[in-house]
C-alpha cells in the first residue's frame, strides 16, 4: 500500500492508500463534525455535517469526508463560511424533525442554526442509518431495516427476530442521535411480541 | 401460491442474492402480491436477511404487499390524460367498480391505481388494464371495457 501526502486546513499529513479524509483529519487532531459516522462502521454519507472543500488539479468542491478517500496533492479545508453555511442548514433541516436531539442542539449552538427555520415534521428519525448498520455489520443480526423511501422512509424492526435478539444486546440504543430507534422498540413490542423473550 | 412455485422460480434465477428484484418481480407477476411467508422463503433461499427484502419491496411501488385484484386497472392521471379529461375517466373507473385508486374489490377482481404518464400521450386519456392499453376513452365506454374481464 502506497502513502499519500495531503494538505488539511494548511497542515501536511500522510495517510495509507484508502484513507479516508476524514481518517486523515482525524490523525491530525483536527476536529470535523459527524452524525452518522462510526469507526465500526462502514461510511455512510448520511447526515452530511461532515462536508469539507477539496482542491485537486485546480478544481474546488464540497464532499463528505467520511466517504472522500485521500489523494495525493489534495488540499482540504474544514473551516469556512460556506463550509458553516451549509452544515448550519443541514443541522436545521434535520431539526425539523428531532429539535432536541442532544449532537443536533449541539451542533445547532455551533452554527448558530434555528430549530423553528423549517416546518416540524417531528418523526425523531433523521436516517442516519447508525441502528440498522450496526445490527446488520457489527452484530450481524438484521432485527431492523429501513422501509418505505423519501419522505416516508422509516426505521422498521422485524418482530420475529428482535423478540430474539433484542433483550440481551441493545447496543444500537445509545447510538441513536434522536432516540427515535428506543420509541421504535417499544411500539413494535407492544405492537407485536410484547414481554416475550424477556429475561 | 405455494412453496414449489417460488422455489422453481428461484431456481431458474440461478439462487443468487443479486437476483433478488427479478425474483420479487416473477412472484409478483404471477401471484399479483407478496405475502410475508413468500418473502421469509425468498430471504431464506437467497440468504438475504429479511431487513433487506423488506427494504427493497416498500421501496419499488411495482410490488405490493397486500392482496391485489386479478386484474390491474391504471389510469393516467399525466398532464396531457388530465387535459383531456382523465379526471372524469378516473371518476367513471371508481364508481363502475366502486374503489378508489389504491384499493381492491372485495371479490379481487381489480385493482385500481392511477399512474403518472405511461409515455403514450397521443392517446389520451389512457387506461392500462393487465398490460392492455385503452386509448381515446370517453367515460361512457368504461363499462364496455371493463365487462371484458372476469
Given at each position: 500500500m502506497s502513502e499519500i501526502v495531503l494538505q488539511i486546513d494548511g497542515q501536511e499529513v500522510t495517510v495509507q492508500e484508502g484513507a479516508t479524509i476524514l481518517e486523515a483529519a482525524q490523525s491530525l487532531g483536527i476536529e470535523i463534525p459527524t452524525l452518522c459516522h462510526h469507526h465500526k462502521l462502514e461510511p455512510y454519507g448520511g447526515c452530511r455535517v461532515c462536508s469539507v472543500e477539496v482542491e485537486s488539479r485546480g478544481r474546488a468542491s464540497v464532499v463528505a469526508a467520511c466517504l472522500y478517500?485521500?489523494?495525493?496533492?489534495?488540499?482540504?479545508?474544514?473551516k469556512t463560511e460556506k463550509l458553516s453555511r451549509i452544515r448550519k442548514s443541514l443541522v436545521e433541516m434535520m431539526m425539523a424533525h428531532a429539535?432536541?436531539?442532544?449532537?443536533?442542539?449541539?451542533?445547532?449552538?455551533?452554527?448558530?442554526?434555528?430549530?423553528?427555520?423549517?416546518?416540524?415534521?417531528q418523526s425523531f428519525c433523521i436516517h442516519c442509518g447508525l441502528c440498522v448498520r450496526y445490527c446488520s455489520e457489527v452484530k450481524k443480526k438484521h432485527a431492523l431495516g429501513f422501509i418505505d423511501r423519501g419522505a416516508k422512509k422509516r426505521i422498521c424492526f422485524i418482530p420475529e427476530i428482535a423478540s430474539k435478539e433484542c433483550w440481551k444486546c441493545k447496543e444500537c440504543f445509545p447510538l441513536c442521535p434522536t432516540s427515535a430507534l428506543q420509541a421504535s422498540f417499544v411500539l413494535t413490542k407492544s405492537l407485536t411480541f410484547g414481554g416475550e423473550g424477556e429475561e | 401460491?405455494?412453496?414449489?412455485?417460488?422455489?422453481?422460480?428461484?431456481?431458474?434465477?440461478?439462487?443468487?442474492?443479486?437476483?433478488?428484484?427479478?425474483?420479487?418481480l416473477n412472484i409478483q407477476s404471477e401471484n399479483h402480491w407478496l405475502p410475508k411467508e413468500v418473502l421469509e422463503r425468498v430471504s431464506q433461499r437467497l440468504d438475504v436477511p429479511m431487513?433487506?427484502?423488506?427494504?427493497?419491496?416498500?421501496?419499488?411501488k411495482s410490488f405490493s404487499m397486500v392482496p391485489k385484484g386479478r386484474?390491474?386497472?391504471?389510469?393516467?392521471?399525466?398532464?396531457?390524460c388530465h387535459v383531456r379529461g382523465a379526471q372524469r375517466v378516473l371518476d367513471a373507473v371508481e364508481e363502475q367498480i366502486g374503489i378508489k385508486p389504491g384499493e381492491t374489490d372485495v371479490d379481487l377482481k381489480f385493482s385500481l391505481e392511477t399512474?403518472?404518464?405511461?409515455?403514450?400521450?397521443?392517446?389520451?386519456?389512457?387506461?392500462?388494464?393487465?398490460?392492455?392499453?385503452?386509448?381515446?376513452?370517453?367515460?361512457?365506454?368504461?363499462?364496455?371495457?371493463?365487462?371484458?374481464y372476469e
Open positions: 478517500p485521500a489523494e495525493d496533492g489534495l488540499v482540504v479545508t474544514t429539535p432536541d436531539s442532544e449532537p443536533l442542539l449541539a451542533l445547532a449552538k455551533e452554527y448558530g442554526a434555528d430549530k423553528d427555520r423549517f416546518k416540524r415534521n | 401460491m405455494d412453496f414449489q412455485n417460488i422455489d422453481q422460480i428461484i431456481d431458474k434465477h440461478g439462487c443468487k442474492a443479486s437476483s433478488l428484484i427479478q425474483i420479487l431487513s433487506q427484502v423488506q427494504h427493497i419491496t416498500t421501496f419499488y386484474h390491474e386497472v391504471h389510469v393516467c392521471m399525466g398532464t396531457a399512474v403518472n404518464c405511461i409515455g403514450c400521450c397521443a392517446l389520451g386519456p389512457v387506461m392500462v388494464v393487465d398490460g392492455e392499453y385503452h386509448g381515446n376513452l370517453a367515460p361512457a365506454q368504461l363499462e364496455g371495457v371493463l365487462k371484458n
